[in-house]
């Protein structure tokens, strides 16, 4: 095979890939949005649905993590929307969020929430709520940020081999020609 060929081919993978995530993200966003919330639970229930929706999804990360299969996009997708549709549903309870009345809403919070950028105009004021977001938070600092790093020395592992450079664990300098090494 040609060098062109394996570029041609490695484009083409590339492509495939990036279009794959694309539409699982459009498939569950549509899905988020056709998935009914009941509508008032008890706030037992409620803890129940969202504590286990939290397990599943730390062990997915986990596992996209420990395998690096190319799914940690996907697991991104699938958090935001589970933490939306948390929000959403908790926030059909009296008194646990100040507007926040769609799903629309809901991803808007929720997005807003993992970007720490907290504009205030929707906020938790129910404990449920307020104990609710508080565990995103720190999901999101644990999992999210973990992943993130994983990930991003990962993709920085494999650009170096690409390129070459051999790894250096930063114990002692990298010789190079400038200090007399071959």
């Known amino acids: 095979m040609s060098r ?28 988020y949005y056709l998935v009914p919330v009941p509508g008032r639970m008890r706030e037992s229930s409620w803890t129940i649905l969202f504590s286990c929706g939290v397990v599943a999804l730390g062990l997915l990360i986990a596992l996209a993590i420990w395998r690096l299969f190319g799914a940690g996009e996907n697991v991104l997708v699938l958090t935001v929307l589970f933490f939306s549709w948390c ?70 592992e494999r650009a170096r081999r690409r390129i070459g450079v051999p790894h250096h664990d930063g114990a002692s300098p990298v010789p190079d020609e400038r200090d007399g090494a071959r």
């Open 87 to 156: 929000d959403y549903s908790v926030a059909q309870l009296p008194g646990q969020f100040d507007e926040l009345h769609t799903k629309t809403d809901a991803l808007y919070f929720t997005v807003s929430t993992i970007a720490t950028v907290g504009f205030g105009d929707v906020h938790a004021v129910g404990q449920l709520a307020r104990a609710a977001v508080t565990v995103q938070i720190v999901f999101n600092l644990v999992f999210l940020g973990a992943s993130v790093a994983l990930i991003s020395g990962f993709l920085k």
């Open 4 to 31: 062109s060929q394996s570029v041609t081919g490695s484009a083409g993978n590339t492509f495939r890939a990036i279009a794959g995530v694309v539409a699982l993200a459009v498939l569950a966003t549509v899905a």
